[in-house]
T-cell receptor
Framework: AQSVAQPEDQVNVAEGNPLTVKCTYSVSGNPYLFWYVQYPNRGLQFLLKYITGDNLVKGSYGFEAEFNKSQTSFHLKKPSALVSDSALYFCAVSFQKLVFGTGTRLLVSP | EPEVTQTPSHQVTQMGQEVILRCVPISNHLYFYWYRQILGQKVEFLVSFYNNEISEKSEIFDDQFSVERPDGSNFTLKIRSTKLEDSAMYFC?????????????FGDGTRLSIL
């Protein structure tokens, strides 16, 4: 089945440190990959996407993601975490509909 | 920035009753979607809608569910006879493009509680 996996339920990082939220995919053909963020009692907000081209994709709020075809990964990164980045992060693959991973809760401590 | 708006934010309904969840997609968007998120679980696709017809639906979207675009702005999800397991957050989304490459824009959701 074509899917994405987020192996970590939660990631803890101190403010100012770099953060990585992991995502791997299992897709036949070219993967169209997305990251969304969900704040409490809100919908999902689009962060960034990989369609084709450069493996490093830059998105909103200073986030970026690295597409790695050999490792079938699309990890979300940020050089310096903020407390306000604390939220639930979802990786997704698009087949017109979005197929989401299980989500990773990011907790940034002051 | 234009937003997808959903009403109500919270709906409490007795089991067996009909419920209609309402969404106003972004005005120039052509593709519309419903997703649901059961508490503590991942977001699941229900249905996509384009040109006044269903483009795709998941196995969750059985005969109890229906969608409609009754006018030029609203997009509704109806559950005819609700079950306890229908309790979830329901998210509406819309996109300009045919979903695969363009981002989908989500509303803040309707929390449906079935008693």
């Amino acid at each position: 089945a074509q899917s994405v996996a987020q192996p970590e339920d939660q990631v803890n990082v101190a403010e100012g440190n770099p953060l990585t939220v992991k995502c791997t995919y299992s897709v036949s053909g070219n993967p169209y990959l997305f990251w969304y963020v969900q704040y409490p009692n809100r919908g999902l907000q689009f962060l960034l996407k990989y369609i084709t081209g450069d493996n490093l994709v830059k998105g909103s709020y200073g986030f970026e993601a690295e597409f790695n075809k050999s490792q079938t990964s699309f990890h979300l990164k940020k050089p310096s975490a903020l407390v306000s980045d604390s939220a639930l992060y979802f990786c997704a693959v698009s087949f017109q509909k979005l197929v989401f991973g299980t989500g990773t809760r990011l907790l940034v401590s002051p | 920035e234009p937003e997808v708006t959903q009403t109500p934010s919270h709906q409490v309904t007795q089991m067996g009753q009909e419920v209609i969840l309402r969404c106003v997609p972004i005005s120039n968007h052509l593709y519309f979607y419903w997703y649901r998120q059961i508490l503590g679980q991942k977001v699941e696709f229900l249905v996509s809608f384009y040109n006044n017809e269903i483009s795709e639906k998941s196995e969750i979207f059985d005969d109890q569910f229906s969608v409609e675009r009754p006018d030029g702005s609203n997009f509704t999800l109806k559950i005819r006879s609700t079950k306890l397991e229908d309790s979830a957050m329901y998210f509406c989304a819309s996109s300009v493009d045919r979903g695969r490459t363009g981002p989908q824009h989500f509303g803040d959701g309707t929390r449906l509680s079935i008693l």
